[in-house]
């Protein structure tokens, strides 16, 4: 497609479940990010990937997140054992390298 | 570090009205600057950017952006809002390695 597509738009799960996220950047793209946006927090980077490696990990919460991306194109964001702090919208974003980013829409994950 | 300040939480502007949207930044080098519009329920739009060169940007949906080094300033501006012009804006700033850090962002209400 011509923008970054991400999926599912909406999950809910329950609590201590595993989630996982996926975006696909647009056709191209270099660079992938990955945000949070929360009530609390505003928009937070949680993660990008260069290629298929992933220079800067330090937005990560906790080691219950994780990421990957395969042929330099699809990205995956799971989330262990869920809690309910993790409610919120992730967002991913695509670039050529040091360009503007381009977002998808969102998943909006809700923790019961 | 790199940051960002967006002073007004919320503002409420007629329909037809100009809009000026404030944007602090703090950073050491010549930075790269951003305006995003998210409206409900949507992921970031990218309305303009700054990378060098004229500190008049002109962005898309009629918005305009001055970045003036002196004051640490980037607001961006509309002189005529349209009633779908309602929605969140956040300016942003890259840091050093690309990843983007947000303002709060300013929620923008249309009356007519």
């Known amino acids: 497609g011509a923008g970054v597509s991400q999926s599912p738009s909406n999950k809910v799960t329950e609590k201590g479940k595993d989630v996982e996220l996926r975006c696909d950047p647009i056709s191209g793209h270099t660079a992938l990010y990955w945000y949070r946006q929360s009530l609390g927090q505003g928009l937070e980077f949680l993660i990008y990937f260069q290629g298929n490696s992933a220079p800067d990990k330090s937005g990560l919460p906790s080691d219950r997140f994780s990421a990957e991306r395969t042929g330099g194109s699809v990205s995956t964001l799971t989330i262990q054992r869920t809690q309910q702090e993790d409610s919120a919208v992730y967002l991913c974003?695509?670039?050529?390298?040091?360009?503007?980013?381009?977002f998808g829409d969102g998943t909006r994950l809700s923790i019961l | 570090a790199q940051s960002v300040t967006q002073p007004d939480i919320h503002i409420t502007v007629s329909e037809g009205a100009s809009l000026e949207l404030r944007c602090n930044y703090s950073y050491g080098a010549t930075p790269y600057l951003f305006w995003y519009v998210q409206s409900p329920g949507q992921g970031l739009q990218l309305l303009l950017k700054?990378?060098?060169?004229?500190?008049l940007v002109q962005g898309i949906k009629g918005f305009e952006a001055e970045f003036k080094r002196s004051q640490s300033s980037f607001n961006l501006r509309k002189p005529s809002v349209h009633w779908s012009d309602a929605a969140e804006y956040f300016c942003a700033v890259y840091s050093n390695d690309y990843k983007l850090s947000f303002g709060a962002g300013t929620t923008v209400t249309v009356r007519a």
């Open positions: 974003a695509s670039s050529f390298f040091g360009q503007p980013q381009h």
């Open positions: 700054y990378f060098s060169g004229d500190t």
